[in-house]
């Protein structure tokens, strides 16, 4: 990997449950449960793993959208965990997200153009006339026309809208943008097309994207390393190439061999996995996944395995290590 | 072609429209197709082409207003289900024929015991005791593979995880034994490894009871991995027909082609990184406003002139292959 631009450290993310009239705390949802990862300049990471495993609370919290229960952030080798709201301003600009449902992210009263230059408005970045010029620069920079500055978010169709979110977060000039889910809601052929301009945008600007998704054939095909998440913690990271030809982890090759592949003549659909995920509020001890992984052992259930190097930058947390009964 | 007594379903020129304040529109234009005992037939296109509005007309469950079947049959089983007064509707629906939703929530009620919810529908359509009912339940809890049915039967929805729901209704849809089967978007919503597991479990029933399935889906993975024949729309027509094998093999319509080239795949090992997807420019056409001719026209790289004046009709491309489309014998050299 290149020089890193983001790193995070053992990021831990908790959220109270609490229950009855005197609202006392029943449990703890470990939403994120020591996470660590680094993004290089002009690399992505696709973050994969289903719903309700962190994907979205890791982040918010390397935007400071949520506040870390423990660990630790790094930009540009600047700790910005426990920044001030004052301190983390010049950061804000560098760090930008574009979210899965970009209606519910776009003011319905603003006018596309106003959405898309409010963020140089607001850091005073070009005064008036010049304003307009740059918001039209970034509405071609998406692939939307200039003359639909003046239309609203519902004049759009689903992918134009996720254009003017894209092209809100361009607007400052940013290092890391990421984006949680940002084609799960679209159709085939409009997901594609908002892929490749994310691509493009990537080769002309150099900037990171930490990209989330729950469908993995989308993440195989924008990022160069992957890391899969499985109740609040990684349990394998790779380069993306070595993660789909070799995946070690039990999870991993589960959640591949879901995928229904489009091709009628290749293996037919083969569950790997039973039963449903686990609730984050009283996570299983020791490996996370051993209810439901085919290849626990008695120690699975209280052993906790660590991320550990297998080679080449591929990590793997497992007592197995590869996945295959082979053992270390 | 198979025998006509194979046929469990077989639906010809279905047309539904809406009317709404933006104007009358036909949802469902001019479908034909047919699906046998057993068989697996998908239904695959983008949103707002259609395949809920088909599904909801073979039910006879289309809101009216705004929505009305105004031509075409279903038959199924040999009896045509739009001749039928609501009466008789009532006593084929949830029992000859029966459909499962991508929020199981839709068919299952909130308030009622999972068991109790299957007793009911069974009940509905054949003359049993309470108890005989209940044993039912508990044994098609046990056909979806919920764990400890009988304690399950006893419970509400809401104590069900989203897999578990989703096995529910399926259990409650299959407990009459239904000829067919229709399933929209069935694991749309649900994570990628419990999707694979439904899909299996589907599929293992309908081997099971023979029953027919039409299977909804947005995803051509979904289609490739369950589906026998399969129907791909656009716009509220059927635009390609084709088993699953001649579909994937060699798509003749160019939006069908431009649907496969632009998923994703899960990479094979050594594919570079990063490789841009082909896009279909442009976006659905509005219902309201569908240009005279092929409606893919303004998106399609093969239009010519006559594809904007005139609508292609669905030729058959031999063994069954249809697709609707001027240029469709073209497609593979200049595509
Ligand atoms: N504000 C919150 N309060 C309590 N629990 C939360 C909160 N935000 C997220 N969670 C829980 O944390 C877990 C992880 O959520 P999330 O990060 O949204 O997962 P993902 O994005 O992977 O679907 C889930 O169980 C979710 O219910
Ligand atoms: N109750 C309704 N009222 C008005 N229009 C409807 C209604 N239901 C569906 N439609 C329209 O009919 C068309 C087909 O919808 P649908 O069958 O749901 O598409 P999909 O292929 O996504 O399932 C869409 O344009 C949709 O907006
Ligand atoms: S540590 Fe044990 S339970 Fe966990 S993935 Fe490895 S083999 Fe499976
Ligand atoms: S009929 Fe013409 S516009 Fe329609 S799909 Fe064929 S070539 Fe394209
Ligand atoms: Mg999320
Ligand atoms: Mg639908």
Same mark, same amino acid.
């Given at each position: ?14 959220y ?8 006392r ?32 609370t ?6 400071r ?26 950061h ?29 408005a ?23 026309r ?27 000039e ?115 996944f ?19 190097d ?19 | ?64 207003p ?21 009466s ?32 009911e ?10 108890? &005989?009912?209940? *044993? ?5 809890? +046990? !056909? ?5 049915? %009988?304690? =399950? ?112 795949a ?12 082909? &896009?279909?420019? *442009? ?5 309201? +406003? !569908? ?5 893919? %026209?303004? =998106? ?36």
């Amino acid at each position: 990997m290149t020089e890193a631009l983001l790193e995070v450290t053992d990021l831990k993310k908790h959220y109270p449950v609490r229950a009855g009239v005197l609202r006392r705390q029943v449990g703890t949802v470990h939403a994120v449960d020591g996470v660590s990862f680094a993004l290089g300049i002009g690399e992505t990471l696709g973050l994969v793993g289903e719903s309700g495993c962190g994907k979205s609370t890791v982040a918010r919290s390397v935007l400071r959208l949520v506040e870390p229960t423990s660990g630790q952030i790094r930009l540009d080798g600047e700790d910005i965990t426990h920044l001030s709201k004052t301190a983390l301003r010049p950061h804000r600009r560098s760090m930008q997200i574009v979210f899965q449902d970009p209606f519910a992210s776009l003011n319905p009263r603003m006018t596309a153009g106003d959405i898309v230059g409010e963020p140089i408005a607001v850091h005073g970045l070009a005064p008036g006339k010049e304003l307009d010029a740059r918001v039209a620069r970034l509405f071609e920079q998406v692939g939307l026309r200039p003359d639909q500055m003046g239309n609203f978010p519902h004049q759009f169709s689903g992918g134009q809208r996720q254009r003017i979110c894209i092209a809100r977060a361009l607007a400052l000039e940013p290092r890391l943008i990421v984006c949680d889910e940002p084609v799960s809601a679209l159709d085939v052929s409009i997901q594609a097309q908002v892929i490749n301009l994310l691509i493009d945008l990537q080769r002309q600007h150099g900037f990171s994207y930490l990209f989330i998704a729950h469908d993995l054939a989308v993440v195989a095909h924008i990022s160069h390393r992957v890391a899969v998440m499985y109740l609040g913690r990684i349990v394998e990271i790779a380069d993306k190439d070595e993660l789909f030809r070799n995946p070690r982890h039990p999870y991993t090759q589960a959640l591949l061999a879901s995928v229904p592949i489009a091709n009628p003549l290749a293996k037919k659909l083969a569950p790997l996995v039973d039963g449903d995920v686990p609730s984050p509020v009283n996570p299983p001890s020791g490996c996370a996944f051993h209810t439901r992984c085919r290849f626990a052992m008695e120690r699975c259930k209280t052993e906790r395995p660590a991320l550990l190097d297998a080679g080449d930058g591929h990590q793997v947390a497992c007592l197995l290590n590869d996945g295959t009964g082979r053992g270390r | 072609m198979a025998d006509k007594t194979d046929l469990v379903l077989d639906v010809k020129n279905l047309k539904t429209v809406f009317f709404t304040n933006s104007g009358l529109f036909k949802a469902v234009d001019d479908l034909s197709f047919s699906v046998r005992r057993g068989e697996t037939l998908a239904i695959v296109g983008e949103s707002g082409c259609g395949k809920s509005v088909t599904a909801l007309s073979l039910m006879r469950l289309v809101p009216d207003p705004p929505g009305r079947i105004v031509g075409g049959s279903v038959a199924l089983e040999g009896t045509d289900l739009l001749a039928l007064d609501e009466s008789e509707m009532r006593s084929v629906r949830g029992n000859r024929i029966s459909m499962i939703f991508q929020e199981p929530m839709t068919s299952l009620n909130p308030v009622m015991r999972i068991g109790d919810q299957i007793v009911e529908a069974v009940r509905l359509h054949r003359n049993i005791s309470s108890k &005989e009912a209940q *044993g039912i339940a508990v044994e098609m809890l +046990r !056909l979806v593979r919920i764990p400890e049915p %009988a304690r =399950r039967a006893r419970e509400y929805p809401h104590q069900l995880s989203g897999g578990m729901r989703q096995r529910a209704m399926i259990a409650m849809a299959l407990a009459c034994r239904p000829a067919l089967l229709i399933a929209d978007e069935p694991t749309t919503a649900l994570d990628v490894t419990i999707q694979a597991q439904i899909l299996a479990l589907i599929l293992d029933l309908q081997k099971e009871l023979g029953t027919g399935l039409v299977l909804i889906t947005h995803d051509l993975g979904v289609v490739a991995q369950t589906a026998q024949r399969v129907i791909v729309m656009y716009a509220g027509r059927k635009v390609e027909e084709a088993s699953v094998e001649a579909l994937f093999a060699a798509p003749k319509h160019p939006y069908t082609r431009g649907l496969m080239a632009s998923i994703p795949a899960v990479p094979a090992s050594g594919v570079a990184a990063q490789a841009r997807l082909n &896009e279909i420019p *442009g976006t659905v056409p509005s219902l309201v +406003r !569908l240009p005279q001719g092929c409606a893919f %026209a303004p =998106r399609c790289k093969l239009a010519i002139k006559r594809c904007e004046a005139e609508y292609p009709p669905l030729s058959d491309w031999g063994g069954g292959h249809l697709a609707a489309c001027w240029r469709a014998e073209e497609v593979a050299e200049v595509a």
